[in-house]
């Protein structure tokens, strides 16, 4: 049941208080174990895996007894030794543990095809290190690129199309019209922790799972399938992650199913730990995109009609891609109204990695598509981008549905760019750039101030569910265990925040445990930016309930009416008499009363048609602004971000400090998407040239700017979301578009903002200095 919220308004509050992060103390002294830091059983084994050096061939045979001879190998197996299914696919089963036997397809350079076993990770290592030699198989030619997939229609799931109006018609009849050709890169997740999963065997057949994973009860149905067991059989834990970013939200379940097999084999603890170098060729990342897009617009730069084709590198297998490039259509518009668009989108096979959840999933390459049009718009109209990007906004009345049907309630992006554009001096700032530009030859500085809306909910709507489950001992201290999980986000403090609220109990009263499929079951991925929403009020409905207990119970002992019972400060006050928390908890249990309960909580009102692409997907909208400033060299293509300004939507927030956190966090992460993580596989071979931190960037602390200035926007949710807040995970991630556009506006500078800069993403030194000329030769 989903009740509203009847705090009592004198409750000292501990919801809105910006605490330390639950774990602080431990992550930085180093003494908060991860799963690879838990101690080791004895007798405990190492698996490795075997990668296909192919990026695209039939296998014909593997020389596993070589394998097995390698020096400490204990086991070594491929997957015809699987009990059960060989699958880990989320949604289609196209995804193979490992590869299969003589006749299946290798599909990518590091595909596992064989598992070892060993009686050390280094020796492990060693073993499956002979993949090259034992390996044998026929190799075809591969598809790397999307498009090429594309134009031979190879796709993972079937071509999505979203449309309103007649954008056709609109497109003719408009005074302009802009037609665009680009792309935005894919980006690694690169947590902190890599994928881990350390399988040991119980009593009676059952395995347990120590796992690295956002997703805990996935891992829980994969694995039992695996193991060909049913799932009551399979615990999978998780007390924190180090990093997840969506890269653990599925793909953790290759790396826990071939441990749960080897455990079985074996009879013995198997740890399977992927090196850094591995995690990058097995494991899939955020989906590269390319784009047709042709835009018709008044002398305002309104936009009359529009359409596009996105194209994703989907990779090898279909994953979570069909959800991502939903998403993506769903956040074209952004914060725009469009009131003729035509929308297809199509998830390209390759002979790559396959692609899957990142912070965002989708939304960010969606979003990104408009914001380039209606920037090219602005330069070629000889506007400031920021005045095309109002006129376009959404409204109301006709202006507030989107082009799936949804309605835009609680549009606050008008006021919200108002106050950012004034607190950051856009307007004197835009001067000041151009002035100086005028007067330098050579370092350009580019400026650009970009909105977001973005959808907050899972776009398939039975996952919009969580359970929890509360304790209350008769010390008065408070232990909690929901489905979420723990990625360092911060998630169990503010779920500890809200239990505490509930009861009125100091923040120290309340501890969270591990995730465990074995307390809460059938559980969503930690995703989609819900961890808060949906754990926190299915918390806060189990603490309620017991809250509604002890008051009944306080006000038949002492009196006065249940409604009447305060609980503030540790302390309750009943009928004119306090007293401490845990002392009523020992005279309610001495009264049998029941000091502990679960809690459930379904988000409302939603609703979605997979055919008609239509519906309400989202619970609410987030929303935000950023204003960046950049300089570029154009002899070097080398920039730098001067000073960023964020104002963001984060409702009534749970926790400020956390939530600043998130929000500078996106911003760098996404900064890093737009202008310096590039991905690159050989075209000949097809393996991943950038495997490694030496080939791989991503931004460091030295990279964020000297005035990095982000405010909370602070206007409570209008819907009952857990007490008012907003969801914050993900869109911060759309926020350094301002960076990238800052950067196209610098460009743009070198050529007297003549010519529209041909510049896709990511904007490496080496794409802005091509840009840069071909400005310059075109002007």
Not at 446 to 455: D, I, S
Request: aromatic content about 6%; glycine content about 10%; charged content about 20%.
């Amino acid at each position: 049941m989903n009740r509203p919220e009847t705090l009592p308004a004198d409750t000292a509050a501990e919801v809105g208080r910006s605490r330390p992060h639950e774990s602080a103390a431990a992550h930085v002294a180093g003494r908060a174990p991860y799963t690879d830091d838990l101690p080791e059983l004895a007798g405990t084994l190492h698996a490795a895996l075997g990668l296909s050096p192919l990026a695209h061939g039939v296998l014909r045979a593997v020389d596993l007894a070589r394998v097995r001879a390698m020096p400490g190998v204990v086991d070594a197996f491929c997957a015809d030794a699987i009990p059960g299914e060989n699958q880990c696919g989320s949604l289609v089963k196209d995804d193979p543990i490992l590869a299969g036997g003589p006749g299946a397809t290798l599909r990518h350079v590091g595909q596992p095809v064989y598992a070892v076993v060993a009686r050390t990770r280094e020796a492990a290592r060693r073993a499956a290190a002979l993949a090259r030699e034992v390996i044998s198989a026929e190799t075809l030619p591969p598809v790397l690129d999307a498009l090429q997939a594309h134009a031979a229609g190879q796709y993972v799931v079937p071509p999505l199309k979203l449309a309103r109006g007649d954008a056709a018609a609109a497109l003719a009849a408009a005074p302009h019209r802009v037609e665009l050709d680009f792309g935005v890169g894919g980006q690694e997740h690169f947590y902190l922790e890599g994928q881990i999963a350390y399988a040991l065997p119980q009593e009676q057949g059952g395995m347990k799972v120590l796992c690295s994973t956002q997703h805990p009860s996935e891992m829980q149905h994969l694995v039992a399938h695996a193991l060909h067991c049913a799932s009551h059989a399979v615990q999978v834990e998780c007390r924190r992650m180090g990093g997840g970013f969506g890269g653990k939200e599925s793909q953790s379940a290759l790396i826990a199913c071939v441990a749960a097999v080897a455990a079985r084999r074996t009879g013995r603890p198997v740890k399977l730990r992927l090196d850094r170098d591995d995690d990058f060729l097995i494991t899939g990342r955020r989906h590269g995109f390319r784009y047709r897009l042709a835009l018709g617009h008044d002398e305002e730069g309104r936009v009359l009609g529009a359409e596009v084709v996105m194209v994703a590198n989907a990779g090898h297998s279909a994953d979570l891609s069909g959800p991502v490039m939903t998403r993506a259509l769903c956040h074209f518009d952004n914060a725009y109204w469009l009131p003729n668009v035509a929308m297809q989108g199509y998830a390209a096979r390759t002979n790559t990695q396959s692609n899957t959840a990142f912070r965002g999933f989708g939304g960010p390459q969606g979003a990104f598509a408009i914001e380039y049009a209606l920037d090219s718009v602005a330069r070629r109209l000889g506007r400031d981008a920021l005045e095309v990007r109002r006129a376009n906004f959404y409204g109301v009345g006709e202006r507030d549905t989107t082009p799936y049907g949804q309605h835009v309630d609680d549009n606050i992006i008008a006021p919200l760019v108002d106050e950012l554009a004034a607190g950051c001096g856009y307007a004197a700032r835009r001067e000041a750039v151009a002035a100086f530009n005028a007067a330098s030859p050579v370092l350009k500085k580019g400026l650009a101030l970009t909105p977001l809306k973005f959808g907050i909910s899972f776009n398939v709507v039975h996952l919009n569910q969580a359970g929890a489950l509360v304790h209350v001992y008769l010390d008065g201290s408070v232990l909690v265990n929901h489905g979420g999980t723990e990625m360092g986000q911060g998630l169990n403090t503010k779920v500890a925040q809200v239990v505490a609220h509930e009861l009125g109990l100091p923040f120290e009263a309340v501890r969270v445990s591990a995730t465990d499929t074995q307390k809460i079951a059938n559980t969503s991925a930690t995703a989609a930016s819900t961890g808060s929403d949906l754990n926190g009020k299915a918390a806060q409905d189990a603490a309620r309930r017991i809250r509604e207990r002890l008051a009944a119970f306080a006000a038949k002992r002492w009196g006065g009416e249940p409604q009447e019972v305060l609980f503030a400060n540790g302390r309750v006050v009943v009928a004119g008499q306090a007293m401490d928390f845990a002392e009523l908890c020992n005279a309610a249990y001495l009264e049998r009363v029941q000091l502990w309960s679960e809690g459930f909580y379904a988000t409302p009102g939603l609703s979605w048609d997979r055919q008609t692409m239509s519906g309400n997907p989202f619970y609410y909208f987030a929303w935000g602004a950023a204003c960046s400033e950049v300089l570029i060299d154009t002899l070097t293509g080398e920039w730098r971000l001067v000073r960023a300004d964020v104002l963001h939507d984060v409702g009534a927030s749970l926790n400020p400090a956390l939530d600043i956190g998130q929000i500078e966090g996106g911003f760098i992460q996404g900064m890093g998407w737009m202008t310096m993580e590039e991905l690159v596989w050989n075209p000949r071979t097809g393996a991943l040239a950038t495997h490694a931190p030496s080939t791989y960037k991503i931004p460091t602390a030295n990279d964020v700017p000297a005035e990095f200035k982000v405010r909370l926007y602070g206007r409570p949710n209008a819907r009952d979301s857990i007490h008012r807040s907003k969801a914050v995970g993900e869109p911060p991630l759309l926020l350094p578009f301002s960076v990238f556009f800052a950067i196209r506006d610098a460009v743009s500078a070198a050529g007297g903002h003549r010519v529209d800069p041909p510049l896709s993403a990511p904007a490496t030194g080496e794409a802005i200095l091509a840009a840069v000329q071909a400005v310059r030769a075109a002007a």
